[in-house]
């Protein structure tokens, strides 16, 4: 069964953003799937913790802060850390997708690596853990697992910083280091300590095993494997594969030193030997061949005898191979040579000579041949491409053209840390060795990438969110505002405003029109609500019914006030009976408003006036006053009772704004 399609991932959208497409692997600590980042539209690696690492408060913290540091490791044999975040009880990591198999894929299905190919697989590598050890940052994990060639032949270190996370759990020691401890250096297996030198270590283990086509140590247990990095010096290639080049031996002795203070001070130093170690090699990078010794004639005159043994490295113009002694001196030891048939004895006198001077001569060629042959070999004519990252785009082209590069000039590519029209990166990378008169491209940054904000006014905010998505923003908050000219749902304004220049992933806040909301005219006079409607742009319709309420007042409306509703909207009013024979003024009960000895009070009109200013004016006169919203534009718009009636001090006044 494909475990692909059972797994609970596959399929769904995670926090929001990066559609899981597939799952690609899946390891001891977390599991790497592919997937869409419908933001950018870019294919991504999205490395999901598991749920028992995911379940830890302390690892969650700890893997937070490592990814905000890795991310800010830009280096191109590192793969470059996106994102981060949490997702329900998913705790993830969104990374640079390279399509490839890891270093360990490729050792199972071809082997060892001849010597020069290990060499351009390790100054990547040890190019990557150079720039993060310069950035004060530890891998803490390397192993064939951890590095990536990619299918266009880039080598690319992941995983910068996990382990340190999973320090922070409470997942037992040997749980983490079952997967490892053939790259662990003995102070990370006695003490847990590891910096720099443990990273450089995990890299001498890493080049013996790619040489050899096996790692140094192995044993029934984990334990049995931990015991001997602690207590056993790390043989030399040529151990295991007898006539590899003393060169690659001295290189993996000092970075695998069991003493932390013997190895390089870090993976940079490490990279110079290994560069050094790649230039000096023959170009044919197998294993040098061993070279047998002669057969050794039995007798006396065998201890005379000088026979060739393997070059070692040293002047081109040292004699390697050196005549036969026996030939150039006569025999040793004083011993007569046995006795030859009897012959003249002229003849033989005369062939001596010209056989030793033959035998000089042939010897003086060889010797020659062999300086000739050295001096061959100990030319390299390859150069190194330059670090130029971060250098005038110009200039870095200039020097680059007097080492010997033919540049060419790439496309621009945009980047928020490198300032634009200096160096972002270069093909082949730095510190590869070509031969002179490569092509040698360098890409400028084009500087950071700012994204005008796209005109969504007039859309709806659906509509409007996948505009900003496409134009690579991210769709904020939605805020909605009563409006008497934007019709309601659609997008009145943006925060940044439509055209603004921001930097691409950047959060577009929305301003949607509500439309208007409707009047609260529930107790006002017909006249005043139906004026008040017909300016805020309704259409009132009324209907009486008998109510012992005041006359010709709304009792009930509908839409009910606060609802948003499209300008132009009709109004269905119901009204108190406007001719109620029962209802009675103060005065017709008696009371004489023309009587001094009567207490009554004129009602001020105050509509039209400013809220607070009739307020103020009718508790002036004595009487109580109600606010209430129905236009929310702080005039009054109407009032009961009417002004200019006469009512008793004390009456409560109604007043709508």
Avoid at 166 to 176: D, K, L, P
Avoid at 234 to 263: E, F, Y
Avoid at 451 to 460: C, D, E, R
Avoid at 612 to 621: D, N, P
Wanted: charged letters at 20%; glycine letters at 8%; one cysteine or more.
């Amino acid at each position: 069964m494909d475990t692909t399609l059972t797994d609970p991932l596959v399929g769904k959208l995670l926090d929001g953003r990066y559609r899981v497409e597939s799952r690609i692997a899946r390891g001891g600590m977390a599991t790497v799937y592919l997937a869409l980042d419908i933001r950018l539209d870019r294919m991504v690696a999205v490395k999901v913790m598991h749920r028992t690492l995911a379940e830890d408060p302390a690892f969650v913290r700890r893997f937070i802060g490592e990814a905000k540091s890795v991310a800010s490791l830009s280096h191109p044999n590192v793969v470059h850390v996106f994102d981060q975040g949490t997702d329900g009880g998913n705790v993830y990591l969104s990374m640079e997708y390279v399509p490839g198999r890891t270093l360990r894929d490729v050792l199972r299905a071809r082997g060892r690596f001849p010597a020069r190919e290990a060499l351009e697989v390790m100054i990547p590598v040890l190019a990557a853990l150079g720039a993060a050890h310069q950035a004060g940052m530890v891998h803490r994990d390397v192993k064939p697992e951890n590095v990536l060639i990619a299918d266009d032949g880039r080598v690319k270190v992941v995983d910068f910083g996990l382990a340190r996370a999973i320090e922070a759990t409470n997942q037992t020691r040997t749980g983490v280091m079952i997967g490892t401890i053939g790259y662990m250096s003995p102070e990370q297996v006695t003490s847990g300590a590891a910096d720099a030198r443990s990273d450089v270590y995990a890299a001498g283990i890493m080049l013996f095993e790619l040489l050899t086509g096996r790692q140094p140590y192995e044993g029934d247990t984990p334990m049995s494997v931990a015991y001997r990095h602690v207590h056993d010096t790390v043989p030399v290639p040529s151990a295991l594969l007898p006539g590899s080049h003393p060169l690659l031996d001295t290189l993996v002795a000092q970075a695998t030193a069991r003493d932390p203070a013997g190895r390089p001070a870090d993976a940079t130093a490490m990279l110079v030997a290994a560069v050094d170690a790649h230039r000096m090699l023959p170009r044919e990078s197998g294993p040098v061949p061993a070279v047998p010794a002669a057969p050794v004639p039995a007798g006396p005159a065998a201890a005379t005898q000088v026979h060739p043994a393997a070059p070692a490295p040293g002047p081109v113009n040292q004699t390697l191979i050196q005549p036969r002694a026996d030939l150039l001196t006569g025999p040793a030891g004083g011993q007569a040579p046995p006795a030859a048939p009897a012959a003249p004895a002229a003849p033989k006198e005369r062939r001596r000579p010209r056989a030793r001077w033959f035998l000089i001569g042939l010897a003086v060629v060889m010797v020659i041949a062999v300086g000739v042959t050295g001096w061959l070999f100990s030319q390299d004519t390859s150069i190194k491409v330059p670090y130029l990252i971060g250098q005038n785009a110009t200039l870095a082209a200039t020097e680059a053209k007097q080492r010997g590069f033919v540049v060419e000039e790439g496309k621009a590519e945009n980047d928020e840390k490198v300032p634009k029209g200096n160096v972002l990166r270069t093909e082949p990378t730095s510190g590869t060795e070509v031969e002179p008169g490569t092509k040698l491209i360098i890409i400028a940054s084009a500087g950071p990438k700012r994204v005008a904000v796209p005109n969504v006014v007039g859309l709806s905010a659906p509509d409007a969110r996948v505009k900003l998505a496409e134009a690579g923003l991210v769709p904020g908050s939605v805020r909605r505002q009563a409006s008497d000219t934007v019709p309601r749902d659609q997008v009145m304004r943006t925060s940044p405003a439509v055209g603004n220049p921001v930097k691409e992933g950047s959060k577009v806040n929305l301003v949607v029109s509500a439309g208007l909301v409707m009047p609260d005219v529930k107790g006002m006079p017909r006249d005043q609500a139906d004026q008040t409607l017909r300016t805020a742009g309704f259409v009132p319709e009324f209907v009486e019914q008998v109510d012992a309420a005041q006359p010709c007042t709304v009792i009930a409306q509908d839409p009910q006030p606060n609802t948003e509703v499209d300008k132009g909207a009709v109004v269905r009013l119901t009204l108190s009976q406007c001719a109620n024979p029962e209802w009675h003024w103060p005065w017709e009960n008696g009371q004489n408003p023309n009587d001094p000895g009567q207490n009554v009070i004129v009602i001020p009109n105050i509509v039209f006036k400013d809220v607070k200013a009739a307020r103020q004016e009718l508790q002036t006169a004595g009487m109580r006053v109600k606010v209430k919203k129905a236009l929310g534009r702080g005039v009054v718009v109407a009032q009961i009772p009417a002004g200019g009636q006469p009512v008793p001090p004390g009456t409560e006044v109604t007043i709508w704004h």
